[in-house]
């Protein structure tokens, strides 16, 4: 498969999924969240919002790596041939004040049910750069999507 075709994959996956689970860390202890997310096109960048009182915030600021899991499973047996997933793997921090509008705006356009969570003073916008992606479809068909040439995140 070629790397178009990967890429383009990953997107209808992520177009067609409006959650995904966060993983975290913090001094050794992996730490699980759901969240609802904004991916731009060219698939570097993925935008989340949280409150700042949080868990997986104060992981993140500890540790910036993560890695966030979407798939399009239905809970049924014909996932086992039908569902996709990818794994993203990246580095996150926070959107400075200059970018804040564009990805809120993407962000909203997405979910425009969140706009209130979003616009609390305690709410915080993240920014995953993201550098490796894989994927997973037809439970054992393995493709990856390297975005940067690290790959120290198995280290």
Known sequence: MTEEEIRK?????????????LS?????????????????????????ATPKAT?????????HRLALLVDSRSNKEADF??????????????????????????????HPYLENFVNSPTTVFLKVSVKHY???????HVMELHLTDEMDFFS
């Open 9 to 21: 994959q990953i997107l209808n996956l992520l177009d067609s999924q409006f959650l995904a689970a």
């Open 24 to 48: 975290t860390q913090r001094q050794g202890q992996p730490y699980a969240s759901l969240i609802a997310f904004a991916h731009a096109d060219d698939l570097a960048t993925l935008i989340f």
């Open 55 to 63: 868990r997986k915030y104060a992981n993140l600021l500890a540790e």
């Open 81 to 110: 041939h039908e569902a996709a997933a990818v794994t993203i793997l990246g580095e996150v921090g926070e959107i400075g004040k200059d970018d804040l509008t564009h990805y809120k705006s993407l962000y909203l356009a997405r």
């Open 134 to 140: 894989i994927l997973v479809t037809r439970f054992q």
